[in-house]
């Protein structure tokens, strides 16, 4: 995402030994880490309730 956001480009491709096996967009990014918040929110709030 720092690259992205430094070179100014939505998409980057995905290389595995050379070739080309995907492209990778920022809102791929976005949905990834907005994912990964959601499930440490959901993680805290477990927590919390379980002691109280």
Excluded: C
Excluded at 8 to 33: A, M, T
């Amino acid at each position: 995402m720092a690259l992205m956001t430094e070179k100014r480009v939505r998409h980057l491709p995905v290389l595995e030994g050379g070739d080309l096996i995907g492209i990778i967009s920022i809102g791929d990014l976005v949905k990834s880490i907005i994912g990964d918040q959601n499930f440490v929110i959901d993680q805290m709030e477990h927590y919390i309730h379980g002691h109280r």
